[in-house]
């Protein structure tokens, strides 16, 4: 089933999210749900509380930003990107280096931001059947699972921004709030 997502002024974006017990009410489907909604947006990543559940979850499908292949993308350490569900994730370690980039959010839709991120992260976390797994990721795929953790903790990418580069993007972001916007998907406002 596809899910709204939470247009950017929704309270439920700002919270801190739970950890999730195997006990978890249909956490299969729900986990369904977010990849049949995230491929119909057309996106790279999706968080559980993007679609209103306020649990540690979310879905990264990285091979997405390596579907034009060329000679310098299959360099890349993460090439050819994954697909996968993280329950409970926790960044244990990072590099020091950081990398600046464009990112959007489906969210916030038809606005990105310059983001700093980790160029390459640590993190453990739990798959769908609950087995535990400490892995390093690297380049994109790093960026979506920072900005998916950042969902899970309550951040938006628009906190990276300047009070001067909010104010620019402001009108934007109250038509968002509003809903006077026609992502093509939908969206809950």
């Known amino acids: 089933m596809i899910l709204p997502i939470l247009a950017y002024g ?18 299969n489907s729900f986990i369904k749900n977010l990849w049949q909604t995230l491929d119909n947006a057309e996106g790279v990543g ?33 090439y050819p990107g994954i697909r996968q569900a993280f329950i409970n994730p926790k960044i244990v ?11 959007g959010c489906l969210s916030i839709p038809g606005i990105s931001f310059p983001v700093k991120r980790f160029s390459w992260i640590k993190m453990t976390y739990l798959d769908e059947n609950f087995q535990l797994h400490t892995d390093y990721f690297y380049g994109r795929t790093a960026r979506i699972i ?3 953790y950042d969902h899970i903790l309550g951040k938006l990418p628009i906190d990276y921004l300047s009070e ?12 968002i709030r509003n809903g006077r916007i026609n992502p093509g998907y939908p969206m809950r406002y």
Not at 10 to 27: E, F, G, H, I, Q
Not at 48 to 54: G, K, R, S, T, Y
Not at 164 to 175: A, E, G, H, R, S
């Open 10 to 27: 929704a309270t439920n974006l700002r919270k801190a999210c739970l950890t999730v017990s195997p006990s978890y009410p249909d956490l």
């Open 46 to 78: 999706l968080a559980a509380p993007q679609v209103n559940e306020n649990i540690q979850l979310f879905v990264v499908d990285s091979r997405i930003s390596f579907s034009s292949v060329n000679t310098e993308d299959m360099a890349q350490k993460d």
């Open 93 to 103: 370690a990072h590099s020091d280096e950081m990398e600046l980039d464009e990112e």
């Open 146 to 148: 920072q900005h998916e």
């Open 164 to 175: 001067l580069q909010k104010l620019m993007i402001n009108k934007k972001l109250n038509k």
